[in-house]
C-alpha cells in the first residue's frame, strides 16, 4: 500500500488524475443586470426607429389621402379619412396635361438611362481595375474632378452641340451623356476591389474564356449589388431631372412627367390642390417601385469589403 502510495506522487498530475470526458468548461451567464439594460437599449432603438418610420411616411400617406379630397377639404386639414374626390381630380388634372404621356416619356427616358449606365459604367469600372495601360491614372483623376463640376454649367455649351448634331427636340441628348457616369464608375470600381479578386479573372484568362466572355460571366453578376445600388438613384435623377427637358425639348408630346408638372402651376389645376397633389402621387409611384425591389442592394454593397478574412 506505501509503495502504491509513493507510486502515484511520483506521476505527473495529468496522469494520476485523467481528465474526464465529459468536463466541460464553465459558462459564465451574464448578470440579470446586464441583460435588462440590454434588453431596454435594444427597446428604446426599436422604438426610436419605428418613430422615424412613421415620420418618413407621414408625407407619403398624406399625399395619397389627399389626392383623393376635394379643394375645400384640403384647406380644410388634414384626415387620415380617404375622399369621394378622385375620379373628379383625375378628370381636372386630364383637361390640362396628358400626364400618362408624360409618364411614358419619363418611363422611357429614366429605364434607358438607367440600363445603359449600369452597363457601361460597369464596363468602365472593370476596364478600371483590371487593366493597366497608359495614363490610366490620370484618366481616372479626371474623373474624379469631373464628379465636381455641377452639370448646369455646360448646359449652354452642351445645347449649342445638340443643335449643331441636329438632335434637338429629341430624347438623344437625355440619354446618351449619361451612359458612363463619372460617381457610377467610381462607386463600381471602389465595390469592385473590394469584392473580385484578380485570381478569378487570371484563372478564367487560362481557362482560354474571352475578355467580354469573362466580364458577362464573373465580373458582372459580381458587380450587381453595387449596379443595383447606382440603378436606384439613377433611375431617380433621370426622373427627377427638370432642366435638360425643359431646355432641349420643344415639342408638348415629348414632355417628361416634371415638365408637366411645371406647367401645372400657371394653370387652373393649381388652384384645385387635390387635382395637383392626384399629378405627385403618380409621379412618385415610380421611384417608390424602384426603392420596394432595389433598396435592398444599398446595405450589401455599402457593406462590401467591411469585413476582412
Aim: with cysteine.
Amino acid at each position: 500500500m506505501e509503495q502504491n502510495a509513493e507510486t502515484r506522487r511520483m506521476l505527473p498530475d495529468s496522469e494520476a488524475q485523467p481528465k474526464r470526458k465529459n468536463d466541460r468548461p464553465l459558462k459564465v451567464a451574464p448578470p440579470k443586470k446586464e441583460k435588462s439594460k440590454h434588453r431596454v437599449i435594444r427597446g428604446l432603438i426599436y422604438a426610436s426607429l419605428t418613430i422615424l418610420a412613421i415620420i418618413c411616411f407621414i408625407p407619403f400617406l398624406m399625399m395619397i389621402i389627399n389626392a383623393t379630397r376635394t379643394n375645400g377639404e384640403v384647406i380644410s386639414g388634414f384626415t387620415l379619412i380617404p375622399g369621394n374626390a378622385l375620379l373628379d381630380n383625375y378628370a381636372t388634372l386630364s383637361e390640362y396635361i396628358n400626364i400618362w404621356t408624360g409618364f411614358k416619356n419619363s418611363l422611357i427616358i429614366s429605364v434607358s438611362v438607367t440600363v445603359l449606365s449600369g452597363y457601361f459604367s460597369a464596363l468602365t469600372a472593370y476596364g478600371f481595375t483590371f487593366y493597366n495601360f497608359k495614363g490610366k491614372n490620370a484618366m481616372f483623376i479626371f474623373m474624379l474632378v469631373m464628379m465636381m463640376v455641377p452639370a448646369q454649367l455646360g448646359l449652354i455649351g452642351f445645347y449649342e452641340i445638340s443643335k449643331t448634331l441636329g438632335i434637338l427636340d429629341s430624347f438623344i441628348p437625355l440619354i446618351v451623356p449619361a451612359i458612363a457616369t463619372p460617381f457610377t464608375v467610381f462607386f463600381i470600381r471602389q465595390y469592385t476591389q473590394a469584392t473580385l479578386h484578380i485570381s478569378l479573372i487570371e484563372a478564367a484568362r487560362i481557362d482560354g474564356a474571352s475578355e467580354l466572355r469573362i466580364f458577362h460571366t464573373i465580373a458582372l453578376p459580381m458587380m450587381m449589388p453595387a449596379i443595383a445600388t447606382m440603378s436606384i438613384f439613377t433611375f431617380i435623377g433621370s426622373w427627377n431631372n427638370y432642366l435638360m427637358p425643359l431646355v432641349l425639348l420643344f415639342s408638348p408630346e415629348k414632355y417628361t412627367l416634371p415638365v408637366l408638372m411645371g406647367f401645372l402651376k400657371g394653370s387652373q389645376v393649381a388652384e384645385n390642390l387635390g387635382a395637383l397633389y392626384l399629378g405627385i402621387a403618380i409621379s412618385v409611384v415610380p421611384i417608390m417601385i424602384a426603392f420596394l425591389f432595389l433598396s435592398k442592394y444599398i446595405v450589401s454593397s455599402i457593406s462590401a469589403g467591411a469585413v476582412k478574412e
